[in-house]
């Protein structure tokens, strides 16, 4: 049965974000409690100081890239909710890519439409782009370019990727699976790479164990050379850009200071109280960065795993990269719930009772640690320690959640492999 038609949805969703934007400024007037997010405060300072000429980072904690901040500039001579209908009118976008790339794997219609409201009627999606933060931008590009390999676009897909990495450098974790994605078995030179429909979706392990040796066998390929040189101009070619208008300003705040990143502040974190303790002393480069061991480890693991099925991948990838990371806010969900709807007509969950449960942990552990948040930040209580006990249940929820969905799941390589002349003579 067709729940509604992609149409009457997109238009739905488009109406409940204006409500939300008009609603937002009426709150931001009339309640102490503000709607719009604070990071938009300071997109919007950033780019008013652009407008006049200034270095966006003579606005503190402004630690994105400058093209946030010129993107934003029409919020000082058109209206100051500009960025929050760009972020929202995104989001919208995220969902039209999101049915694109179930329509390319031969998704039903109606499949389709069942996994999109996980998109666009998500609580925290829908509120994130009317609060006014830029993630809805971030997660288009990356859908965009998973439809760039699928169509077998990778001049498209390696430029938006360098833009993206340049952009939020947490999209870096998705090079070695798209590396291991372009493989000469399913990219060749005048040919385009041909999908597996999803009715013939099966569970393929010896692929999966042969992997890694087929991979140094054949690691330097047209494909993978022109990706990455493609990428990486793209990259240091806007981060050049940049650090020749604002120096070294630019290339740490927006960089570097995200992987040396420490935060006294509570956040999610399983990291944060080992932070707060320690924060009056200088930690060492080594011990900042040796916090991204565990991350490592566990992103080499699920890569090798799954990089076939590079929208499940990049999925497990996320969540357990947040999971794992030193600094953790509601923001980051956006990251891994924009390829959620991407994997679930490939998971063998169901809503009840398996499906409920892991909603229900997932959202008990975050609640358990909003109210120990709570009471630490709005009444003043001393509940640190309660606070990091709750910080390690929701650390946990995260892993449990993710592991159910990988048992669940229906490992289901995007291509083909294409028929070579030196595979019609071994058959």
């Known amino acids: 049965m067709e729940v509604m038609n992609f149409r009457s949805l997109i238009i739905f969703s488009a109406f409940l974000r204006v409500l939300l934007i008009v609603y937002g400024e009426w709150q931001d007037?009339?309640?102490?409690?503000?709607?719009?997010?604070?990071d938009?405060?300071?997109?919007?300072?950033?780019?008013?100081?652009?407008?006049?000429g200034k270095s966006p980072y003579k606005r503190s904690t402004y630690r994105y890239s400058p093209l946030i901040a010129f993107i934003l500039t029409p919020n000082s001579f058109i209206h100051r909710s500009w960025g929050k209908f760009l972020f929202s009118a995104s989001d919208l976008l995220v969902g039209y890519f999101i049915r694109a790339i179930l329509k390319l794997r031969g998704v039903p219609e109606n499949l389709t439409i069942y996994s999109l409201l996980v998109w666009l009627f998500n609580p925290f999606t829908f509120t994130i782009g009317t609060r006014g933060n830029c993630e809805p931008i971030i997660c288009a590009i990356i859908l965009w370019i998973i439809i760039c390999i699928m169509r077998g676009n990778l001049f498209q897909g390696a430029v938006w990727y360098g833009l993206v990495v340049h952009m939020r450098i947490y999209p870096i974790i998705y090079a070695l699976p798209i590396v291991l994605t372009l493989d000469p078995n399913h990219f060749q030179r005048g040919k385009k790479p041909t999908t597996v429909d999803w009715n013939s979706r099966q569970h393929k392990s010896n692929e999966t164990s042969n992997r890694l040796w087929v991979f140094f066998q054949s690691i330097f390929t047209r494909s993978r050379i022109l990706f990455g040189l493609i990428s990486a101009t793209v990259f240091f070619f806007c981060t050049g850009i940049f650090f020749y208008l604002y120096e070294w300003e630019f290339l740490h705040e927006a960089l570097l200071y995200h992987l040396t990143r420490t935060d006294p502040r509570h956040n999610f974190s399983i990291y944060f109280y080992h932070i707060y303790l320690n924060y009056e002393r200088e930690f060492a480069v080594l011990e900042k960065l040796i916090s991204f061991l565990p991350q490592l480890i566990v992103q080499i693991v699920l890569v090798f795993r799954f990089a076939q099925d590079f929208p499940f991948c990049f999925f497990v990838q996320t969540v357990a990269?947040?999971?794992?990371?030193k600094v953790i806010t509601a923001q980051y969900f956006v990251w891994f719930f924009c390829l959620l709807p991407l994997i679930l007509?490939?998971?063998?969950?169901k809503l009840k009772w398996e499906g409920i449960l892991c909603v229900l942990v997932w959202i008990g552990a975050q609640t358990h640690w909003l109210f120990w948040g709570y009471m630490l930040e709005f009444k003043g209580n001393q509940v640190f320690l309660q606070l990091w006990a709750a910080s390690l249940l929701f650390f946990a929820a995260n892993i449990y959640v993710m592991i159910t969905i990988i048992r669940r799941h229906t490992y289901s390589p995007v291509f083909k492999r294409l028929v070579t002349s030196r595979t019609k003579k071994t058959t």
């Open 29 to 38: 007037t009339h309640m102490e409690v503000r709607y719009t997010d604070v």
């Open 40 to 52: 938009y405060l300071v997109f919007s300072d950033a780019a008013a100081l652009v407008v006049v």
């Open 345 to 349: 007509p490939w998971s063998k969950m």
């Open 321 to 325: 990269f947040v999971a794992f990371n």
